[in-house]
């Protein structure tokens, strides 16, 4: 007998298309939640999604073992998305899912991650490979179903009892977005629903990290690289890629670009296709920062991104949270990358593309140069080529 979740009998009844899909997807159900650690869909070019899934597993490994010291505090109890004080959004490749791990109190569990994990369409969704309305749909059903009630109570349990579900870590932002067809997360805050905003940011100060442009656009090539949208919920490029039916990033020219650390080739490409338009391609991948400064909750709380994890720390020191961030979660393909890898018609459109962002980082922070070039010498493999 296979016992349906309830968010699969809802979608099961939202279209007779869809119907077909998740019929089939039941005689799986089984087997793939049997064999989440061997990820049998992935099956792609030359093996990259089993190698993306590996790297996944590699993240995890790293979230499992690493420890950050943690700091004499008052506790405080987590609620449906943190305290009063403080809020997270979270930009992509700016190290949110460093501040997720660190924000849920140190040491994790990440077996509980996991079961958060399985209690979500996901599983199913990347078994079949699903494409952007099935998705959606499945996430709608599992929205109004007691599974996100589950999956919230294992993400507490996967921290401390001073923990906080920041970004990411908070179940009820997994869904897809309407607007911006992204996982919610990755979505600006002044594209979310209401009332999920509401309940996700409250009227907390919200919180967000400032990365320099070059330096951010060379570090999310090498994530696309590892082919890892997300090592919490195991979503891979490959599963965004087929999601959106974008065929040019699941074809061998990308796939050269993959293979070769081609940054100016694969940018070029990208921001082309941004400035034509596509701008929440591969999971908002590409947004300006400042979409997600822009309100309704906007980000007012801006963090230095040249001096994480210290900025970060001293962000928690006043405002009284007990956890540091002493390891990140960083790339480690291509480590022979960085800004200054980037060729003179690369960095023209970055200047072009991320306008906003070059002037948040004067505003903010007094960094004015828009043509500086910057790497983390704080933190390994992150200076990769600089002079």
Request: aromatic share 10%; glycine share 6%.
């Amino acid at each position: 007998l296979i016992l349906r979740p309830a968010w699969l009998r809802q979608a099961l009844i939202a279209s007779r298309a869809m119907q077909v899909f998740f019929w089939m997807v039941l005689s799986l159900l089984p087997d793939a939640l049997a064999n989440f650690g061997c990820h049998d869909y992935l099956q792609d070019v030359e093996n990259q999604d089993e190698i993306a899934s590996m790297n996944v597993q590699l993240l995890q490994v790293g979230l499992d073992v690493q420890r950050s010291k943690v700091s004499a505090g008052a506790p405080e109890t987590v609620g449906d998305a943190g305290s009063t004080k403080l809020s997270f959004a979270h930009v992509p490749c700016n190290f949110g899912h460093s501040v997720g791990k660190v924000a849920l109190g140190q040491p994790i569990n990440i077996s509980f991650v996991e079961k958060a994990w399985h209690v979500s369409p996901n599983p199913v969704l990347m078994a079949e490979k699903a494409n952007m309305s099935v998705t959606k749909a499945a996430w709608r059903a599992w929205a109004n179903s007691s599974n996100v009630t589950d999956a919230i109570a294992f993400m507490k349990k996967a921290g401390q009892p001073q923990g906080q579900l920041w970004g990411m870590m908070n179940p009820p932002s997994w869904v897809i977005s309407d607007k911006t067809n992204c996982n919610m997360y990755y979505t600006p805050g002044k594209h979310w629903p209401e009332d999920l905003a509401k309940k996700h940011f409250g009227d907390r100060s919200i919180f967000g990290i400032l990365r320099d442009p070059y330096d951010k656009l060379v570090n999310e090539f090498r994530r696309q690289v590892q082919g890892v949208d997300s090592g919490f919920n195991h979503q891979t490029r490959q599963m965004i890629d087929v999601r959106e039916n974008n065929k040019d990033r699941l074809s061998s020219r990308y796939e050269q670009y993959y293979r070769s650390c081609d940054v100016n080739g694969y940018l070029k490409e990208e921001l082309q296709k941004y400035k034509e338009g596509d701008h929440f391609r591969s999971n908002c991948a590409l947004l300006p920062q400042a979409e997600y400064f822009d309100e309704p909750f906007g980000i007012t709380v801006p963090v230095d991104n040249r001096k994480i994890p210290e900025s970060f720390n001293v962000l928690m020191s006043e405002h009284s949270y007990p956890f540091r961030m002493n390891l990140t979660v960083h790339n480690f393909k291509c480590n022979n990358l960085s800004a200054w890898s980037l060729d003179n018609e690369t960095k023209a459109l970055i200047k072009d593309v991320y306008a906003r962002d070059f002037d948040l980082l004067c505003h903010y922070f007094g960094y004015c140069n828009q043509d500086e070039l910057t790497c983390l010498e704080q933190i390994p493999d992150m200076c990769g080529g600089k002079p």
